[in-house]
């Protein structure tokens, strides 16, 4: 479990993560599916970029 969760950890950093033009982060949904796990019912939709680096 801890290969995939340092998987899931570098993916993450690598990108700039935002919201789609027109969103604003007050808007989203934040509803829950009920379930054996809490996950969120929409669907979450983010715009990812390549992360620049600051250090030369």
Same mark, same amino acid.
């Given at each position: 479990?801890? @290969?995939?969760?340092?998987?899931? %950890?570098?993916?993450?950093? !690598?990108f700039?993560? !935002?919201?789609? @033009? +027109?969103? +604003? %982060?007050? @808007?989203?949904?934040?509803?829950? %599916?009920?379930?054996?796990?809490? !996950? ?7 715009? %990812?970029?390549?992360?620049?680096? !600051?250090?030369?």
């Open positions: 479990m801890a @290969e995939v969760e340092l998987a899931l %950890a570098s993916l993450l950093y !690598r700039d993560w !935002r919201l789609p @033009e +027109k969103m +604003k %982060a007050e @808007e989203l949904d934040m509803r829950e %599916a009920p379930g054996l796990t809490v !996950r969120r019912m929409p669907n979450l939709l983010v715009i %990812a970029t390549p992360h620049q680096s !600051r250090m030369c």
